[in-house]
């Protein structure tokens, strides 16, 4: 529920937040799990929503899912943050949750941002009360959690990824917060597609970005002579904080293609050369990092297992060091990467299991590989043999199956 000072001072907010969805009608994007007949969706209508955890990049809608679920159940909302908060803060909301809960019947959704961040402390300090049901978590992180927070916290809750928004979904909230927006209603803005395509793209699906960017770019452009607001991509790009792409989409995607062929080429020359008319043209270089990653493992795998090393490093590098030095680091994974010899066996093993997997998921496990059984005193321990014991692994329809063939020869 809004609070009586809620819109006192709306147009101080950022657009972003003042675009926020109040509803599902309105959330933009996560189809995967928020789609006609998705679970998520049904938990929501059914306001039955568990604890859960969302995660996913910034920008993509988490903290705004939660504040629908809360308000679609009927439920109070507390907002944590897991940097700031500690042990007293949880137990603080746990006992007006017990409270409401036992004399209105009304559960707490607890949100907690960063929730990767908190200690085990933090998180034990609320084991009980999700147990008792009057807390319902929320937890928003933009890292995995089954890495990245105690298990105790994940056991108890469902664990829904979020993803970047696509360029389609980031321009259709454009064009809602252009007709709906209260203050951009007051201006006459004209944004020529370059430009409306240039935020939907440059911003990398986070539409929190995107929104920010209209608006800076509204509220810095001078007024034409015809009384309205005209935005370009270069504009567009100078409120993104973003150098423009000097190329359209087919360009760009057939660039991309040749970096990709030349790696898996071995010419780094060329690698090297459509790479960098790609930063020229305004790419990030991450997105080279991230291929160069992804064929380290594809086109050179176990013939050369350092390559995937490298690539990583450049990533982390253009993270943490940026341009023009990042530039050196993702150089050097390239030329790695051309240089070493090439062996598609990693891909092909990982096509043929996905296959099985997809296939034949219901084939039965040998029983001396199950977990205490009365059959698994057969299972051979192969530190008892050497090292190595010949046995079957697989079940009985796949017994035969060989995904990886050891010892062929490397080519260069």
């Given at each position: 529920m809004d609070s009586l000072f809620e819109n006192l001072h709306n147009d101080k907010k950022p657009l972003a937040e003042r675009m926020r969805p109040k509803s599902l009608e309105d959330f933009a994007g996560q189809k995967h799990i928020l789609g006609p007949g998705k679970l998520l969706r049904r938990l929501i209508e059914a306001k039955r929503v568990p604890s859960v955890i969302f995660y996913g990049p910034p920008g993509t809608?988490?903290?705004?899912?939660?504040?629908?679920?809360?308000?679609?159940?009927?439920?109070?909302?507390?907002k944590l943050n897991a940097i700031s908060s500690g042990v007293a803060d949880v137990k603080a909301v746990i006992e007006h949750a017990k409270s409401d809960f036992e004399l209105y019947g009304k559960r707490?959704?607890?949100?907690?941002?960063?929730?990767?961040?908190?200690?085990?402390?933090?998180?034990?300090?609320?084991?009980?009360?999700?147990?008792?049901?009057?807390?319902?978590?929320?937890?928003?992180?933009?890292?995995?959690?089954?890495?990245?927070?105690?298990?105790?916290?994940?056991?108890?809750?469902?664990?829904?990824?979020?993803?970047?928004?696509?360029?389609?979904?980031?321009?259709?909230?454009?064009?809602r917060a252009m007709k709906e927006d209260e203050m951009l209603k007051k201006f006459k803005i004209k944004i020529d597609d370059d430009a409306m395509t240039y935020f939907a793209t440059a911003c990398g699906g986070d539409v929190r970005s995107a929104l920010n960017g209209l608006e800076i770019g509204v509220i810095t452009t001078s007024v034409n002579k015809d009384g309205e607001i005209v935005i370009n991509k270069e504009i567009a790009a100078e409120c993104l904080q973003k150098k423009a792409l000097s190329l359209n989409e087919d360009v760009y995607y057939h660039l991309l293609s040749a970096f990709c062929k030349s790696l898996r080429g071995s010419d780094a020359t060329a690698a090297l050369y459509y790479a960098n008319r790609l930063i020229e043209a305004g790419i990030e270089p991450q997105v080279l990092a991230r291929r160069t990653i992804a064929h380290a493992s594809e086109d050179v795998g176990l013939s050369a297992p350092n390559a995937l090393l490298q690539?990583?490093?450049?990533?982390?590098?253009?993270?943490?060091?940026?341009?023009?030095?990042?530039?050196?680091?993702?150089?050097?994974?390239?030329?790695?990467?051309?240089?070493?010899?090439k062996d598609n066996r990693v891909v092909v093993a990982m096509n043929m299991a996905q296959d099985d997997a997809r296939n034949h998921p219901d084939d039965n496990i040998p029983e001396y590989l199950k977990n205490h059984t009365e059959a698994s005193k057969n299972y051979k321990y192969p530190h008892d043999y050497g090292g190595y014991v010949e046995q079957q692994y697989l079940p009985n329809s796949l017994k035969d199956r060989k995904y990886f063939i050891k010892n062929i020869s490397k080519k260069n």
């Open positions: 809608g988490k903290t705004t899912l939660a504040r629908i679920i809360a308000d679609t159940s009927n439920s109070n909302f507390v707490t959704y607890l949100l907690l941002d960063e929730c990767h961040r908190w200690s085990k402390a933090q998180s034990d300090s609320l084991l009980a009360a999700l147990e008792n049901g009057y807390v319902i978590f929320v937890g928003c992180t933009t890292e995995n959690p089954s890495y990245s927070m105690t298990r105790a916290i994940v056991s108890r809750c469902s664990v829904f990824e979020f993803k970047r928004l696509g360029i389609a979904d980031v321009k259709a909230v454009l064009n690539a990583c490093a450049s990533l982390y590098a253009l993270d943490h060091l940026g341009m023009p030095e990042g530039n050196l680091a993702l150089t050097q994974a390239i030329i790695y990467v051309c240089e070493s010899p």
